[in-house]
């Protein structure tokens, strides 16, 4: 997430920089100010679109990362000892608000965290006759696992950010 924030302010400040060499070459009418403005836009313009396609073409590898991911996050939530104690309280609660349980292999996932007692995955009332929920250990539990979810979320996003950068390229040419 450090490199992600890092990378932002880089081009953050590249692009200040560069709205400075054009402002100021075309201040001064400077013939190699504004080609350089226009050199450095055409590259991003470039970079953009190559990143647009390249995303596209590698949809499935994307997906096949992301899928790794979740399951070795699966160990952070099997986890007894506590270091991920707050990991695994915020999961509950987007497991209640996505209703959904687990990350790959629903209370499986859980380990001996599981217990009935603990409200993991358990079904809201009003849930517990649809088709969202099974029967388990005499409580209702969600039944689909949240890497589901958070895989179509994921792709959702990548939908509008694909969206977004070839229409800024669009509107750049």
Not at 24 to 30: D, L, Q, R, T, Y
Request: net charge negative; charged share 20%.
């Amino acid at each position: 997430m450090l490199a992600g924030v890092n990378l932002l302010i880089a081009v953050g400040a590249i692009i200040m920089i560069l709205g400075f060499l054009g402002c100021c070459g075309a201040a001064k009418e400077s013939r190699c100010m504004l080609m350089l403005f226009f050199v450095a836009l055409l590259l991003i313009l470039i970079l953009q679109i190559v990143g647009g396609v390249l995303g596209a073409v590698n949809k499935s590898k994307v997906e096949s990362t992301f899928e790794l991911a979740l399951s070795t996050m699966v160990e952070s939530l099997q986890s007894t000892t506590g270091e991920y104690k707050d990991f695994q309280e915020e999961f509950k609660q987007f497991e209640r608000k996505n209703k959904c349980c687990g990350l790959v292999n629903g209370t499986k996932d859980w380990g001996q965290n599981f217990k009935p007692s603990s409200k993991i995955c358990q079904c809201e009332a009003e849930d517990q006759s649809s088709d969202l929920c099974i029967k388990y250990q005499s409580e209702y539990i969600y039944k689909k696992p949240c890497g589901e979810v958070i895989m179509q979320q994921v792709k959702d996003s990548l939908v509008i950010i694909m969206g977004i950068a070839f229409g800024l390229a669009v509107v750049e040419v």
